[in-house]
């Protein structure tokens, strides 16, 4: 049997072991409430971090419809119907009874064009351009420049209009086939040499007057670069008493042309044509205009004259 001091000393060390025992407790107790609560900071500042990376993922959406309505394209230019503005514009123009009117125009910074009158006309001397670049081309064939012979009769021919000279290149061309075969390859589909040596009868329309031009003062042409430069530094250097026609339209000295008037045996009337670039307000334009039945030469150069400013004007 335990003797009470015995008894005395078990409860005494039992009451000195107690502290320690509960010290321990709170500790695990402490412990656990921080591993927890790390548990939970973590686990909160992930799903905060993942709430703010869905936020900025929501952003650039959000935001996107902005930056796509900043880069939206200005709106195409609005459509134009250029041929009804130069039909309106020609009907403006006083017309002789019985004469017949042709014009055609290129703006060369826009490509846009327009043609009035789809019936065919003599050519008279402006087939001249026609026949140089056919002369041009030929000798680009066959590897050659041209000779000194033929350049004098090209200068006299384009320059003062010579007709001998024309009669001379337009042989050496092989006529009208020649010419034709040519014709083929610069995209001219409505145009027909004259019979024999009447080159000036050679039949042609506004529409392929206007595809020879861009053939001379293009870039996308079947002509060299220096063949080009050559035509049209004769075209820019025409007689003084020849300088009318499509250059009425044009700003100053800012044209090179070809025109051509003849009086038709069988009738009497004039036809009169003129054909050229020209400059307006800094643009460069490419102009055909297309006469037949006038009553006089005179009244030929007015007509076209008056249609090639009109035309200019419905391009302004």
Do not use: C
Request: hydrophobic share 45%; charged share 20%.
């Amino acid at each position: 049997m335990e003797s009470p001091r015995a008894r005395r000393r078990r409860r005494t060390r039992s009451s000195r072991r107690r502290p320690f025992a509960v010290l321990a407790l709170a500790s695990v107790l402490v412990a656990g409430g921080t591993a927890a609560g790390t548990a939970y900071v973590k686990a909160r500042a992930h799903a905060d971090a993942g709430a703010v990376s869905s936020s900025s993922s929501v952003t650039p959406s959000v935001s996107a419809p902005t930056r796509q309505e900043a880069s939206v394209e200005p709106a195409a230019r609005p459509s134009v119907d250029r041929d009804a503005l130069l039909e309106k514009a020609m009907r403006a123009v006083s017309v002789e009874d019985g004469a017949d009117l042709a014009v055609a125009v290129l703006d060369m910074d826009t490509g846009d064009s327009a043609t009035y009158g789809e019936g065919t006309f003599d050519t008279a001397s402006i087939v001249k351009v026609d026949i140089l670049a056919t002369l041009l081309l030929q000798a680009q064939d066959a590897g050659r420049r041209l000779t000194g012979q033929e350049r004098t009769w090209a200068a006299a021919m384009i320059e003062n209009s010579d007709n001998a000279s024309a009669s001379a290149l337009w042989t050496a061309i092989g006529q009208a086939e020649g010419l034709d075969r040519a014709n083929a390859r610069f995209g001219l589909t409505d145009t027909a040499g004259g019979d024999g040596a009447l080159w000036g009868l050679t039949r042609t329309t506004a529409a392929d007057q206007l595809t020879l031009l861009q053939q001379v003062f293009g870039e996308d042409s079947e002509l060299s670069g220096p063949s080009r430069a050559y035509l049209r530094g004769l075209m820019g250097g025409i007689a003084e008493d020849q300088r009318w026609g499509v250059s009425a339209a044009a700003d100053g000295s800012g044209w090179a042309l070809k025109n051509g008037w003849l009086a038709r045996s069988t009738t009497g009337l004039w036809d009169v044509n003129s054909i050229g670039r020209i400059t307006v307000g800094g643009h460069g334009r490419l102009l055909v205009t297309l006469s037949s039945g006038n009553s006089t030469k005179e009244k030929g150069i007015a007509l076209v004259e008056a249609a090639a400013r009109a035309a200019v004007a419905a391009f302004a």
